[in-house]
C-alpha cells in the first residue's frame, strides 16, 4: 500500500469513530464458533407463532422423528 493510498483511507474515516476505543482486540477471537457451525432456520410467521422458543420447536421436531421412525418399523 502506498502512501497515497493510506492518506486516501484515513480522510474518509468518520469522526465519530473513535479507534482508542478498540481495546483487546484479538484476530480470530469467534474462529471456533465460526468453523463450528451453525444451523439456522427461517421459520413462517404462522410457525413461529406456535413455538415460542427453541426449545419448543426442538421438542416438536423430536415428536415428529419419533412418530416418522414407529411409522417406518410398522412397514412390512
Not at 473513535?18 to 483487546?24: E, F, M, V, Y
Not at 413461529?48 to 426449545?55: I, K, L, S, T
Amino acid at each position: 500500500m502506498n502512501e497515497e493510498n493510506t492518506k486516501t483511507s484515513e480522510d474518509e474515516m468518520r469522526p465519530e469513530y473513535d479507534l482508542s476505543q478498540l481495546k483487546g482486540r484479538v484476530r480470530g477471537k469467534y474462529v471456533d464458533r465460526y468453523r463450528a457451525g451453525t444451523n439456522l432456520v427461517r421459520l413462517e410467521s404462522d410457525v413461529q407463532a406456535a413455538f415460542p422458543d427453541a426449545e419448543a420447536v426442538n421438542e416438536a421436531l423430536r415428536m415428529l422423528m419419533k412418530v416418522a421412525h414407529r411409522q417406518v418399523q410398522k412397514q412390512p
